[in-house]
């Protein structure tokens, strides 16, 4: 197999990555509009481009609880078929180079979520792969 490009970002003290074929751009927190009876880990909508864009808190979707944005908060504007959303993050570090026999699949990793693909060791970090898939799947019906 081919070697894949993930974006790396962080959560927490933790380091996750994204397929890069569905990162669209990487942008600053900027004001995000509430969307009244919307999950809790939504926080909004903001206007991209010309773009009305959902916007997630993936620490909280993913259960780690409300984050507290710092400059270095982003939010990765993903496609994910015919759907635009923005994930924010405590911060992006880079694009990475994964080869597949880097990769432990997460049912051999020691932990089960549906949310996981696995945990790729590149030069001595350990991240950990979104399931953007399962990730979405409540959020964008019918994909």
Sequence with gaps: MEPSKI???KLGKEEYGLDIF???SIER???????????????????????VTPIIE????????HTQYTDNSRVIIINYGDSQLGLIV???????????ESIDQAANSGFDSEYFQGIAKIDGR??????????????????
């Design 7 to 9: 974006v790396a970002f």
């Design 22 to 24: 569905h990162v669209q």
């Design 29 to 51: 927190i900027n004001h995000t509009t509430r969307v009244p009876n919307a999950s809790v880990f939504v926080k909004g909508v903001i206007n991209l481009r010309g773009n």
């Design 58 to 65: 993936l620490s909280h979707m993913l259960g780690m609880g």
């Design 90 to 100: 405590d911060e992006t570090s880079d694009v990475l180079n994964v080869n597949p």
């Design 126 to 143: 350990l991240i950990i792969l979104l399931n953007l898939e399962e990730l979405l799947k409540e959020l964008v019906p019918n994909k």
